[in-house]
């Protein structure tokens, strides 16, 4: 077969041999379809100077595939011989040319040589970036630039746009249902996500990964995407571990998608003014993770999770004919409806206890949960071109989120040894069934969050070496939390006090934030770039006021200007939000009937967290088989003081709302990305990772050989909740050699275990006890049934242009992953950690249409 992809299946199927069968039925028509009378047609494209031309689009009229010039302008590409006798037309295209048509003379079997001449209607639309850009991500730190169209199609469960994240060196998410992700040790909150220079935010009290909707990036919307992993400039806010920002884009003519699975489904659609001063572009999304879900291993029950939101983003030029562009004004409006409805019924788990004997849990279910999140937020931005070296905007936002958590569940669980005799008749089955006792929960959680802000920023230019930034952003935020859940444990029908907890609280918080920052770029040479600035920030609630100072520094080699050196250091704050200052064991009493009450309360003494980061970093652009690589690598280390620990419950944080601990992250990260196969770009990332913990006045207690306690001693550094030592990604693209429309993709993602202790333990907190490894493969296969080549002048409004179906073997080797565990008690007290596991092997079909 000549589809090299097929080459590496056997790494990366493993037991899943059944795939290659699956393969060859896939690609059967298509190389039937080959066998037809098939011409091969080579030639060059060069320019109106006569160089050759890369990445020119070749391809026949009226007839599906096409191939792309390679570094030297050649192309080779099979044509079918017409039934008709008229004469295919071959059609070359590239942006800033005028489109190319040729009728064909199969006959002669000539080499051809096209020339392409610039279309000047063409270059007045496009906007020159290409080298703009490779000198911004040399000039960066920990910069990494990605290709949207990457993101729509790599395998995962839910098409989520974070999930091309989790390839990146660094970045750890060992859950594929959840679009949260932690970056160089540190964890959910720590990451900011802007959207055309808006700040938006996630849902405040979803506690499992079932339970989660889409992250707010909508794909089909998006232009541009820069992701930082650690010593970002002044001009990002105020977080510990990294930021994402996106651009969406501005369109230039009428054009859209819609998309279909068996897990959800999008649309878009992009249009500008007759007079293209106005351009706007809208998307919608919807999800229901049933099909995932019902391949849950150990909990069967009516999942009913569902997800829909809708995005807009709309662009206007308001300056005078002769410089529109000099005045603009943009609105970008979204909304956000998650409701999740499980009635679960009955779950199975086995696992192996601390004397290495396998365990059967059996658990039945009554009762039901419900969680619902409704998010708003909004954006309208001004820009204004006040000089050709001087610019401002103005920024407002509002944010409003509206959550609710319902719960009353009861379970009734047992415990049964596993008989692990493969002689045995009964192997694998449950022996020795016992019942244990139940356990109930219910809550009635309510939580509503309003956060507004207003942000200037500025821009000046006055020369081509120095660049120079500011803003004054101010902000309020309503936090209004309604907390009423309990919960008991009923071992053999006896419940000890401390099994009956309940936790109340009626919290309201309004705060204001001022911040600010300042930075100036400088090209010291032609080789050299220095950016240094400060940033601030104030909050009401605890008075304080953090200054952030931050430099970068990056040079160029003289004798090879691809390689490049990078420096950074800086001080990073997080100023609480609310998360942080929730403490739910303040207040802590007992009623009369033995039921422990916990009064959840807020720490307005709470300081922010504080980061010193040092990275030092290469960036090295190399070309290999006439194609473009880049290999970039990075050593880091943060020490972080201030520091307010906390514990993972699956997707949900419980800070501990005091600074009581100190902490670092040390770590190597690498990335290697190109054309490994030419025309589309994969890569390979690996990072290694080392973070802990010292929390003030822990201890632990020492035994002697014989058993004896010896007393107490500080535990001193511990590991931390997102301590992975190692974590793998890998995102790889191939295709068929003379027919780039049939396409396979490789989602590759290994992360060594986590660690993790029971709750209420504090001794067991940073313990060897680990997870299991998380290890997931999921492929993807695609072919683009139907492509238009009609000219773009000639193509009506709303006309195909191409239908793109995929088929997606999801979690390939059958991976049992861990999100997490549940905590059981028999009736002697003895903790059982059970694993909850994530999804199985499931395939998922996609269609793509677009127009």
């Given at each position: 077969?000549?589809?090299r992809?097929?080459?590496?299946?056997?790494?990366?199927?493993?037991r899943?041999?059944?795939l290659?069968?699956?393969?060859?039925?896939?690609?059967l028509p298509?190389?039937?379809?080959?066998?037809a009378?098939?011409?091969?047609i080579?030639?060059?494209?060069?320019?109106?100077?006569g160089q050759?031309l890369?990445?020119?689009?070749?391809?026949?009229?009226?007839?599906?595939?096409?191939?792309?010039?390679?570094?030297r302008g050649?192309?080779?590409?099979?044509?079918?011989?017409?039934?008709s006798?008229?004469?295919?037309?071959?059609?070359?295209?590239?942006?800033?040319?005028g489109?190319?048509r040729?009728?064909?003379?199969?006959?002669?079997?000539?080499?051809l040589?096209?020339t392409?001449?610039p279309?000047?209607?063409?270059?007045k639309g496009?906007?020159?970036r290409?080298?703009?850009d490779?000198?911004d991500?040399?000039?960066?730190?920990s910069?990494t630039?990605?290709d949207p169209?990457?993101?729509?199609e790599?395998p995962?469960?839910?098409g989520d746009?974070?999930?091309?994240?989790?390839?990146?060196?660094g970045?750890?998410a060992?859950?594929?249902l959840?679009s949260?992700?932690?970056?160089?040790g540190?964890n959910?909150?720590e990451?900011l996500?802007?959207v055309n220079?808006?700040?938006?935010?996630?849902?405040f009290l979803?506690?499992t990964s079932?339970?989660?909707?889409?992250?707010?990036?909508n794909?089909d919307l998006?232009?541009k995407?820069?992701f930082?992993?650690?010593g970002?400039?002044?001009?990002?806010g105020?977080?510990l571990?990294?930021v994402?920002?996106i651009?969406?884009?501005?369109?230039?003519?009428?054009?859209?998608s819609?998309?279909?699975?068996?897990?959800?489904?999008?649309?878009?659609v992009?249009a500008?003014?007759?007079?293209?001063?106005?351009s706007y572009l809208a998307?919608?999304?919807y999800k229901?993770?049933s099909y995932v879900?019902r391949?849950?291993?150990q909990?069967?029950?009516d999942?009913?999770?569902?997800?829909y939101?809708?995005?807009?983003?709309?662009s206007?030029?308001l300056?005078?004919?002769d410089?529109?562009e000099?005045?603009?004004?943009?609105?970008?409006?979204?909304?956000?409806?998650?409701?999740?409805?499980l009635t679960p019924?009955?779950?199975?788990?086995?696992f192996s206890?601390?004397?290495?004997q396998?365990?059967r849990?059996f658990?039945?279910?009554?009762g039901r949960?419900?969680?619902q999140?409704?998010?708003?937020?909004?954006?309208?931005?001004?820009k204004?071109?006040?000089t050709?070296?001087?610019?401002?905007e103005?920024?407002?936002s509002?944010?409003i989120?509206r959550?609710l958590e319902?719960?009353?569940?009861?379970?009734?669980?047992?415990?049964a040894e596993?008989?692990?005799d493969?002689?045995a008749?009964?192997?694998n089955?449950a022996?020795r069934?016992?019942d244990?006792?139940?356990?109930f929960?219910?809550s009635r959680?309510?939580?509503?969050?309003r956060?507004a802000t207003?942000?200037?920023?500025g821009?000046?230019?006055?020369?081509?070496?120095?660049t120079?930034?500011?803003?004054?952003?101010?902000?309020r935020?309503?936090?209004?939390?309604r907390?009423?859940?309990?919960?008991?444990?009923?071992?053999?029908?006896?419940?000890?006090?401390?099994?009956r907890?309940r936790l109340?609280?009626?919290?309201?918080?309004?705060?204001?934030?001022?911040?600010?920052?300042a930075?100036h770029?400088?090209?010291?040479d032609?080789?050299?770039?220095?950016t240094y600035g400060v940033?601030?920030?104030?909050?009401?609630?605890?008075g304080?006021?953090?200054?952030?100072p931050?430099v970068?520094?990056?040079f160029?080699t003289?004798?090879?200007p691809?390689?490049?050196?990078k420096?950074?250091?800086?001080?990073?704050?997080?100023?609480?939000?609310?998360?942080?200052l929730r403490?739910q064991?303040?207040?802590t009493r007992?009623?009369?009937q033995s039921v422990l009450v916990?009064?959840a309360?807020?720490?307005?003494e709470?300081?922010?967290?504080?980061s010193l980061?040092?990275?030092a970093?290469?960036?090295l652009?190399f070309?290999q088989?006439?194609?473009?690589f880049?290999?970039?690598s990075?050593?880091y280390?943060?020490y972080?003081?201030?520091?307010v620990?906390y514990?993972?419950d699956n997707?949900?944080?419980?800070?501990?709302?005091?600074?009581?601990?100190?902490?670092?992250?040390?770590?190597f990260?690498?990335?290697?990305?190109g054309e490994?196969?030419?025309g589309?770009?994969?890569w390979?990332?690996?990072?290694?990772?080392t973070?802990?913990?010292?929390?003030d006045g822990?201890?632990?207690t020492?035994?002697?050989d014989?058993?004896?306690?010896?007393?107490?001693?500080?535990q001193?550094?511990?590991?931390?909740?997102?301590?992975q030592?190692l974590n793998?990604g890998v995102f790889?693209q191939?295709?068929l050699?003379?027919n780039p429309?049939?396409k396979g993709y490789?989602?590759?993602?290994?992360?060594s275990?986590l660690?993790?202790s029971p709750?209420?333990?504090p001794e067991e907190r940073?313990t060897t006890?680990?997870?299991r490894?998380y290890?997931r493969v999921?492929l993807?296969?695609?072919k683009v049934?139907s492509?238009?080549?009609r000219?773009e002048a000639?193509?009506?409004?709303?006309q195909?242009?191409?239908?793109?179906?995929g088929?997606e073997?999801?979690?390939?080797?059958?991976a049992n992953?861990?999100?997490?565990?549940?905590y059981?008690?028999d009736?002697?007290?003895?903790?059982?950690?059970v694993?909850n596991?994530l999804?199985q092997?499931?395939v998922n079909?996609?269609v793509?249409?677009?127009?």
């Open positions: 077969m000549p589809l992809f097929l080459r590496i299946l056997p790494l990366v199927a493993g899943a041999g059944w290659a069968l699956f393969l060859l039925l896939f690609y298509t190389a039937q379809a080959q066998q009378a098939r011409i091969l080579t030639g060059t494209v060069r320019d109106a100077g050759p890369e990445l020119v689009g070749v391809g026949i009229e009226g007839q599906p595939g096409g191939t792309n010039t390679d570094a050649r192309f080779a590409l099979s044509v079918t011989r017409p039934q006798g008229k004469p295919p037309v071959l059609v070359a295209r590239r942006l800033g040319f489109a190319l040729v009728p064909l003379d199969l006959s002669s079997g000539a080499e040589n096209l392409l001449t279309d000047s209607r063409a270059i496009v906007t020159v290409g080298r703009q490779e000198a991500t040399r000039e960066q730190v910069i630039r990605i169209r990457a993101a729509k790599l995962s469960a839910f746009f974070n999930k091309i994240l989790t390839t990146l060196p970045v750890v060992n859950n594929e959840t949260t992700y932690a970056v160089r540190g959910y909150d990451n996500v802007y220079g808006m700040e938006v935010y996630r849902p979803v506690t079932q339970q989660e909707g889409l992250s707010f990036v794909p998006v232009d995407i820069e930082s992993s650690g970002w400039q002044p001009k990002f105020d977080k571990s990294s994402l920002s651009d969406y884009k501005k369109p230039a003519k009428f054009g859209g819609a998309t279909a699975s068996l897990v959800g489904g999008t649309m878009h992009e500008t003014s007759p007079n293209k001063r106005v998307g919608i999304r229901n993770a879900l391949s849950l291993r909990q069967r029950g999942y009913n999770p569902t997800f939101d809708g995005q807009a983003y709309i206007a030029a300056g005078p004919k410089d529109v000099r005045t603009s004004l943009s609105l970008l409006t979204s909304f956000a409806h998650n409701d999740y409805r019924e009955t779950g199975v788990a086995t206890s601390a004397t290495a396998f365990k849990l658990i039945v279910y009554d949960e419900r969680m999140y409704d998010t708003y937020q909004g954006g309208l931005s001004l204004h071109n006040f050709p070296s001087l610019q401002g103005l920024l407002g509002a944010m989120s959550e319902y719960r009353d569940v009861e379970a009734s669980y047992s415990f596993v008989n692990t493969p002689k008749p009964d192997y089955k022996v069934q016992r244990v006792g139940s356990r929960d219910h959680n309510t939580l509503l969050a956060v207003l942000e200037g920023r821009r000046w230019t006055p020369g081509q070496r120095h120079v930034r500011w803003g004054l952003k101010g902000g935020e309503n936090i209004e939390d907390l009423n859940e309990y919960s008991y444990v009923d071992s053999a029908d006896f419940v000890p006090d401390y099994r907890t109340v609280s009626a919290l309201d918080l309004a705060s204001s934030r001022t911040q600010g920052y930075q770029t400088i090209a010291l032609s080789l050299r770039t220095l940033r601030a920030h104030q909050w009401s609630v605890n304080q006021l953090t200054v952030s931050r970068q520094y990056s160029m003289r004798r090879n691809d390689l490049s050196f420096l950074a250091t800086g001080v990073y704050y997080q100023p609480p939000f609310y998360r942080e403490d064991t303040a207040g007992a009623t009369p916990q009064r309360g807020l720490n307005p709470l300081r922010a967290q504080r980061h040092f990275i970093g290469t960036e652009r070309r088989w006439e194609r473009p880049k290999l970039s990075e050593v280390y943060k972080l003081t201030d520091v620990p514990d993972i997707v949900r944080l419980r800070y501990f709302a005091k600074n009581n601990a100190t902490a670092y992250a040390a770590g990260d690498a990335r290697v990305s490994f196969v030419r589309s770009e994969s390979f990332s690996l990072g290694l990772l973070t802990r913990e010292n929390i822990d201890s632990v020492r035994y002697d014989n058993g004896k306690a010896l007393g107490r001693e500080a001193g550094y511990i590991r931390r909740p997102s301590d030592r793998l790889f191939d295709q050699p003379n429309t049939v490789v989602n590759l993602v290994f992360g275990g660690p993790f709750p209420a333990l940073g006890k680990l997870t490894s290890k999921d993807g296969f695609s049934l492509l238009s080549n000219p000639t193509r009506r409004p709303g195909l242009e191409s239908l793109w179906i088929v073997v999801l979690n390939v080797l059958g992953n861990v999100a997490g565990y549940s059981v008690q009736v002697n007290a003895r903790t059982y950690a694993p596991y999804s092997r499931i079909l996609r793509i249409a677009r127009f």
